[in-house]
Every structure is written in C-alpha cells, then in structure tokens.
C-alpha cells in the first residue's frame, strides 16, 4: 500500500508563487514514476507533468509549460511541483499520483493518488 500527502497549496496573489510537495510512504519509491494532475471546479481532472523515477527531461501541459516545475528527491520519498507566475486560472485541487509498477514508463498509469491540496490565485 502506498499513502501519498501533498502540502504547500495556499492563498496566492497573481504573479506569485508556491511549492507544492507529495511525500510518498513505501520503501520503493524510488522505483516509482510520478505525476501532478490538477482539478479546477466544474472542470475535468487535467494532466500537469510527470517525472519518471530516475527524475530528469519530462514535459508539461502546455498551460503550465515555462512556469512549472517537477523533481522529486528519492532520498526524502518526496516529489515537488515548483509553480512560478501563478494566474487566476491555476486555482485548483492538485493531485499526486504514483505509478507502482515494477516496470513503468510512458504512458503511465496512475494506480495511487493523495487527497489534493487546493492552490487559489486571486486577481
């Protein structure tokens, strides 16, 4: 069983910034791919990023691109989502998600995910 925690969400003014974090229960963690979804009311759950389990090159929403961030630190069991000039429209529920599997790699599929931690940028 895998438990994931995200924390860092907030109250933010346009332009700002947060760190999002998702600590990972499990001595394999390091095995696992991940990723950040976001949720925003009314709307579907939609894809941010992903970050294999070695980290390095991933790729982003292009709604996000150039202003996030994923990396994860395997020694902490925890994953980050840098988010730089934060607009109105980032306001949402995010989401980590973990893909367990023994072998994983695009496409990924998410088989545990945390309780979400709400993100809110006013104008």
């Known amino acids: 069983q895998v438990q994931l925690v995200e924390s860092g969400g907030g109250l933010v003014q346009a332009g700002g910034s947060l760190r999002l974090s998702c600590a990972a229960s499990?001595?394999?963690?390091?095995?696992?791919?991940m990723g950040w979804f976001r949720q925003a009311p009314g709307k579907e759950r939609e894809f941010v990023a992903p970050?294999?389990?070695?980290?390095?090159?991933?790729y982003y929403a292009d709604s996000v691109k150039g202003r996030f961030s994923i990396s994860r630190d395997n020694a902490k069991n925890t994953m980050y989502l840098q988010m730089n000039s934060l607009k109105p429209e980032d306001t949402a529920v995010y989401y980590c998600?973990?893909?367990?599997?023994?072998?994983?790699?695009?496409?990924?599929?998410?088989?545990?995910w945390g309780q979400g931690t709400q993100v809110t940028v006013s104008s």
């Open positions: 970050i294999k389990w070695s980290g390095g090159r991933t």
């Open positions: 499990g001595r394999t963690f390091s095995s696992y791919a």
């Open positions: 998600a973990a893909d367990t599997r023994p072998v994983n790699g695009p496409p990924y599929e998410y088989d545990y």
